[in-house]
C-alpha cells in the first residue's frame, strides 16, 4: 500500500468517526442499538468515562480478555507494561493499592494488604505498615511482614529478576549495597537493612532521605509479597503465587491465560476487590482487525492491551454498536524526542525551529482527529499530572496548531543553519499510524529545508535501538518518535526516565533527548523531596517550562482512543491510575 493511500484512508476513517460520534452527541448519547438487529444494548456512548457503566454485584461467568500482546511477563517484579499491571491486580496484592473509582477518584491510595496507607515519621523517611487480619496465600497460608519483605528483596536480583521498575531499589539503596536475596548471607534470606520486620503483621521502611511518590513505588506490582518457598527465580512468571481473588489455571506464555477463583481468598480481608467472574481468559492474537471483528461479535468482551480500535475496528464500532464505545482520554503523550548530541540538533535554535515547523493540526488529523486521536499537546506533561500547564511558548494552541514557517527560518539563521539540515526520524512500524504521522512530519519540515530520512523500527527491539546512544549516534538519528505514560501518577512517574540524565543508560535508555541538564536534575530532586503534591506540582510546572524553552523534547498529541466496551460487561470504568483503561479487577460480566 502506498503512503498516500495509506493516509488518505486514516483521513477518510476519522472523518467518518467524527460524523458518527457527532450523530451520537446530537441525539444525546447512542441510547439506540446502533443497526444492531435486536441484538443486546451497549450502555451508551463514553457510559464509563468518570462514571461506572452497568453497575452490579451480580458474581458468575467468565470474562473473556483478548490481546494483541501478552504480558511482558507474569511475574510481578519483572513487569513494566502497564496493562499488565492491570492485570495484575487479579492475583497479586500490595500494601497499598488504586482506588476502585472511576476516572481521577482511581489515582487516591488505600489500604490493600495494609490497614491503610503508611504512618510517616522522622520527617519523611520512615513508612510503618500494619497488615490486616486474614490475608492468606493461595495454599490457606498467612502473607506475612517477611513475605513482603522478601518480594521487594527480589529487585535487587538484577542478574535474575530483570525488566521491572527500579524504583524501590534506588530509594530504598541508592549506593547498591545489597545484592538480592539469591546472593543474600542471611539464614532467612532478609538482610536488606532498609526494611524492618519486627513481627509478622508489621513491616518498616527507613529512607535515606525523603520521597514524595514512595508510596507509589509501594502501589506497583514490584511491591508485590512474594512466598519465598514458592520463588522459582527466572521461571517465577510461569506460574506466580496469588494473594489475591484468582489463581492460575494455566497460562501458555504468548498464547493464552486463564484465571480462577483462589478459594482461600476471604473477601473480608479486602475490600479493593469485588471479584465478580469466576474466571478470566485471555487470548492472544496478533491479528488487530480479527480482534476487533470477534470483540463486536461478542466472542470477548475487552482489550487487555487498552490501547484503542485499529482504524477499520472504530469506524464500524462507531457506526454499528456506538452504544458500545467509550472514547478513552489516556495519560499517553505522543512525542518526538530531539536527539542533543546529533548536530545540528545540539543547538537550540536549530531544536526550536523543528517546534515552529511542525504543523500539529495535521499530525492530530493523521493520528485520527481530536476525538480518535486526541487533543494537540503544548504542555510535556499530560492533564492528569499535576504540574501539567497550559504554558506555549511556541504559540502552538495560539495558532490552533499550525505552523509558523518565518519563525522556523529565523530560528535555523540563529543556529548557522539558514538553509536548513539533513537528520533520521524513527518510528515504530507495528503502533498503528506512527510511520505515517513521522512522514506526514517529514513534509512539513521539508518546507523550511529541513531534510528527514524516517526510518520505521521493530518496536519490540526500541529498547535495543533508540534506548542505545551508541546505535543512535552509529545510525545517524537526530529525532525518535514515541509514546509515553506515567509509571504512576506524577511529575517523577512520567517525566524523570525522560529527562533526568541520572536515568541514561547503555540500552533500554528512554531519556532518548539525551538531555543533561543540571536544572532539570535539581528540579526533580526538588520535586521528589517535597511531600506536599500540590507544591511539587508547581516544581514540575518549572521543570515543564525548562524543557520547553530549551526545546528538548516536544510532545504533538495527548492520546485518545476508542475502546469498545462489550456488552456483557458490568462495573466498567475508566481509570486514570491505569492510564485510561478500564480497572480490570472491577469487572464482571452478565452470564
Same mark, same amino acid.
Not at 526500541?462 to 546505535?471: F, L, N, Q
Given at each position: ?60 461467568? #467468565? ?66 505498615? *500494619? ?26 536480583? #538484577? ?37 524492618? #520486620? ?36 527466572? *521461571? ?15 497460562? *501458555? ?172 526520524? #524513527? ?19 521539508? *518546507? ?144
Amino acid at each position: 500500500m502506498s503512503t498516500v493511500t495509506s493516509k488518505r484512508r486514516l483521513t477518510a476513517g476519522a472523518a467518518l468517526v467524527v460524523a458518527a460520534l457527532m450523530t451520537t452527541t446530537a441525539c444525546g448519547g447512542g441510547g439506540d442499538d446502533g443497526g444492531s438487529g435486536g441484538k443486546a444494548k451497549g450502555a451508551g456512548f463514553n457510559a464509563a468515562f468518570n462514571k461506572v457503566a452497568n453497575a452490579s454485584t451480580k458474581k458468575g461467568g #467468565t470474562l473473556k480478555m483478548v490481546g494483541k500482546q501478552d504480558l511482558d511477563s507474569a511475574d510481578p517484579q519483572r513487569a513494566y507494561y502497564g496493562m499488565a499491571w492491570d492485570f495484575m491486580r487479579f492475583y497479586t496484592r500490595q500494601l497499598v493499592t488504586y482506588d476502585t473509582k472511576p476516572g481521577a477518584a482511581s489515582t487516591k491510595l488505600v489500604g490493600d494488604l495494609a490497614t491503610g496507607p503508611g504512618v510517616i515519621s522522622d520527617g519523611g523517611k520512615t513508612y510503618t505498615y *500494619k497488615l490486616r487480619p486474614g490475608i492468606t496465600w493461595e495454599d490457606g497460608s498467612p502473607v506475612t511482614s517477611k513475605d513482603v519483605k522478601y518480594g521487594i528483596e527480589r529487585i535487587w536480583a #538484577t542478574d535474575t529478576i530483570t525488566g521491572g521498575p527500579q524504583y524501590l531499589k534506588q530509594t530504598l539503596d541508592p549506593k547498591g549495597e545489597y545484592k538480592g536475596p539469591y546472593k543474600d548471607s542471611s539464614p532467612d534470606k532478609l538482610g536488606l537493612k532498609a526494611i524492618e #520486620t519486627p513481627d509478622d503483621s508489621t513491616v518498616i521502611f527507613k529512607l535515606p532521605k525523603p520521597n514524595g511518590d514512595f508510596e507509589q513505588f509501594l502501589a506497583m506490582p514490584s511491591g508485590t509479597p512474594v512466598k519465598a518457598s514458592q520463588d522459582t527465580k527466572a *521461571k517465577y512468571t510461569q506460574r506466580p503465587f496469588s494473594s489475591g481473588p484468582y489463581k492460575f489455571e494455566t497460562y *501458555k506464555p504468548g498464547k493464552s491465560i486463564v484465571l480462577v477463583r483462589n478459594d482461600k481468598w476471604d473477601k473480608s480481608s479486602d475490600p479493593v476487590r469485588a471479584a465478580l467472574p469466576d474466571k478470566v481468559t485471555v487470548t492472544i492474537s496478533a491479528n488487530l482487525e480479527e480482534n476487533d471483528k470477534k470483540l463486536m461479535e461478542g466472542d470477548y468482551d475487552v482489550d487487555l492491551n487498552g490501547t484503542g480500535m485499529t482504524q477499520s475496528g472504530r469506524v464500524t464500532a462507531v457506526q454499528d454498536h456506538k452504544d458500545s464505545v467509550d472514547n478513552m482520554q489516556t495519560s499517553f503523550v505522543r512525542y518526538v524526542a530531539l536527539v542533543h548530541t546529533a548536530k545540528p540538533l545540539d543547538d537550540v535554535h536549530c531544536r526550536k525551529a523543528v517546534f515552529y515547523a511542525t504543523d500539529f493540526a495535521a499530525l492530530q488529523q493523521t493520528r485520527g482527529g481530536e476525538i480518535a486521536g486526541g487533543a494537540i499537546a503544548n504542555s510535556t506533561l499530560p492533564a492528569s499530572i499535576k504540574g501539567h500547564s497550559d504554558y506555549d511558548p511556541y504559540g502552538v494552541l495560539a495558532r490552533k496548531g499550525k505552523p509558523d514557517e518565518a519563525k522556523a527560518k529565523d530560528e535555523l539563521k540563529q543556529c548557522g543553519q539558514p538553509n536548513g539540515f539533513s537528520t533520521k526520524l #524513527t518510528a515504530r512500524n507495528n503502533n498503528p499510524g506512527e510511520v505515517d504521522v513521522a512522514e506526514a512530519l517529514q513534509a512539513q519540515l521539508g *518546507k523550511v529545508g529541513i531534510k528527514i530520512e524516517v526510518d520505521p523500527i521493530d518496536g519490540a527491539e526500541a529498547s535495543s535501538i533508540t534506548g542505545s546512544p551508541s546505535v543512535v549516534k552509529k545510525r545517524g538519528y537526530g529525532m525518535t518518535m514515541s509514546g509515553w505514560g506515567p509509571d504512576f501518577p506524577s511529575g517523577q512517574g512520567f517525566g524523570q526516565p525522560l529527562w533526568d540524565s541520572r536515568f541514561l543508560a547503555e540500552t533500554g535508555n528512554y531519556n532518548e533527548s539525551q538531555i543533561k541538564d543540571p536544572q532539570i536534575d535539581k528540579l526533580f530532586d526538588d520535586a521528589i523531596a517535597e511531600t506536599d503534591a500540590d507544591k511539587a506540582g508547581e516544581i514540575y510546572k518549572a521543570l515543564d517550562k525548562r524543557i520547553l524553552d530549551q526545546a528538548d523534547w516536544m510532545p504533538f498529541i495527548y492520546e485518545k482512543n476508542i475502546t469498545w466496551r462489550g456488552k456483557r460487561l458490568t462495573n466498567a470504568y475508566m481509570s486514570d491510575a491505569y492510564n485510561g483503561r478500564y480497572d480490570y479487577v472491577s469487572l464482571g460480566v452478565v452470564k
